[in-house]
């Protein structure tokens, strides 16, 4: 006959110790499996920390490096705005400059005709005894003529203005061009045109 005792072992003080010692196992393997749980957990939060201060840190490099491409941008055209700027003042005091000595030239050119005037009035009442004979009248005819010539000098500015005016309205359209083109200012149609025929580009020549 079997024992009761050795059918119902874990009634028994070894059975009962056996069984708790089983428990205490799965405890410990328990806890065991739940601290590498934790540092899992721990290692992806910390890793998840690190991507984010990554990407922040990535955003704010894509942020900086966008403000300095307006900021060069900005530069580079303010700078492109303030060269056409003082080209633009330079061409301007140039044609003004150009425009002075070209009316002073004419200013004077017409006070010396005005006196060669006189002077052949007074040749004919007989005025050589006040020293405006002959010899003074020619002397002021061949200075008018050095002021004419030197109203006649056209700049770099201004034929560079008559075949740009040419290009645009074509030949024959002379007061057109005086009237379009700033430089030419004070300038006849007719002095514009016998201009363009000494500057006019020839066949097979270069630009």
Known sequence: RIPHDAVEGRHTPE??????????????????????????????????????EAR???EAGRKAAEEARKAAVKRVAEEGRKAAEEA??????GRKAAEKARKKAESRADKLRRELEEMRQHDERGAAANGR???????????AE???????????AEDAAILRGVERHGLAKWAAIVSEEGELGGRSGDSIR?????????????D
Do not use: C, H, M, N
């Open 15 to 52: 059975g009962e110790g056996a069984s708790v010692s089983a428990l205490q196992r799965e405890l410990t393997s328990a806890r065991a499996r739940e601290a590498k749980l934790k540092d899992k957990v721990k290692s992806a939060v910390k890793r998840a920390r690190e991507a984010e």
């Open 194 to 206: 016998k201009r363009y025929t000494k500057i006019r580009p020839r066949e097979g020549e270069e």
């Open 88 to 93: 633009r003042e330079e061409a301007e005091a």
């Open 146 to 156: 050095g002021v004419l010539e030197i109203r006649s000098f056209f700049s770099k």
């Open 56 to 58: 922040g840190e990535a």
């Open 133 to 143: 004979g002959a010899a003074g009248r020619q002397e002021r005819e061949a200075e």
